[in-house]
C-alpha cells in the first residue's frame, strides 16, 4: 500500500512537472553540493553552511585538494572566496571597491587575510603590487578584468596561475587572448555554481611546473 501511494504521489508530481524539482531536492548532486542552502541564504555556501568560492562546483573540487599551506594569494574582489582561502593558505590579499562591503565581510575574515579599499581605476588595477610580492594564486573576479588580468601577470610567481572567473562572458575574452598570448595554457570548467541556478566558467591559467600540479 505504501509503494503503491508513493508511485502515485510520483505519478502526480511528474505528471504537472514538479517531480525532478522535488527529486532534487530531496536527494542530488545539488543537495549534497549545498546549493539549495546556498540559493535559500542567497550566500556561497556548501551544505554545512561554510563558505565557498562563487566558482563552479567543477573549480572547486578541482582547486581544494591542490590549494598548499605555503601559498600567497591575491583577489580582486572580496567575499566568502576570501574566507575560504584565508582558511587553506599562508597569507590572501584582496581588493575591494565597495566600502560598505569590506565593513561587512572583514569580520568574518581570519586574521591572515588583508583587504584593500581602493576605488575604481588605476589604484585598484594597481593593488597587486601593494604587498611587494609575487602570488602563487591571483584571482581575477572583480572589477576592470581584463586590465587587472594584464597588469596582474606580472605579478605571479614562477609557479603561479591566474584564474578568472566568469569567464564565458565575450567582453572578457581579451583577458583570456592576453593570457594566452604570454604563453600560459588554460582549461574553462564551466558548470553550475552556487545561488544561482545558471551555468558559468572558472579559466585557470597555467604554465609548466605550476603550483597546482596541472
Known amino acids: 500500500m505504501v509503494k503503491f501511494l508513493k508511485k502515485q504521489g ?104 588583508t583587504v584593500f579599499s581602493r576605488p575604481q581605476g588605476p589604484s585598484y588595477v594597481e593593488a597587486v603590487k601593494n604587498e611587494g610580492k609575487k602570488y602563487n594564486i591571483i584571482v581575477v573576479d572583480g572589477r576592470n578584468r581584463v586590465k587587472c588580468t594584464a597588469f596582474a601577470a606580472e605579478y605571479l610567481s614562477e609557479d603561479g596561475v591566474l584564474i578568472l572567473d566568469n569567464s564565458e562572458r565575450d567582453w572578457y575574452q581579451p583577458a583570456k587572448d592576453f593570457m594566452t598570448n604570454k604563453g600560459y595554457k588554460s582549461i574553462d570548467f564551466r558548470g553550475m555554481l552556487p545561488i544561482v541556478g545558471h551555468e558559468s566558467c572558472s579559466t585557470v591559467f597555467y604554465k609548466e611546473g605550476n603550483c597546482l600540479g596541472i
Open 10 to 113: 510520483w505519478g502526480v508530481l511528474n505528471s504537472v512537472g514538479f517531480g525532478g524539482a522535488v527529486q532534487l531536492y530531496l536527494k542530488s548532486a545539488l543537495k549534497e553540493y549545498g546549493w539549495f542552502r546556498s540559493f535559500h541564504s542567497k550566500q556561497s555556501v556548501d551544505a554545512a553552511g561554510n563558505p565557498l568560492p562563487w566558482y563552479t562546483y567543477s573549480f572547486i573540487f578541482f582547486l581544494e585538494p591542490r590549494i598548499k599551506p605555503h601559498f600567497e594569494v591575491f583577489e580582486y574582489g572580496s567575499g566568502n572566496s576570501t574566507r575560504w582561502y584565508g582558511a587553506r593558505v599562508k597569507h590572501i590579499a584582496a581588493v575591494e571597491h565597495d566600502a560598505q562591503w569590506i565593513e561587512i565581510i572583514k569580520p568574518k575574515l581570519p586574521a591572515n587575510s
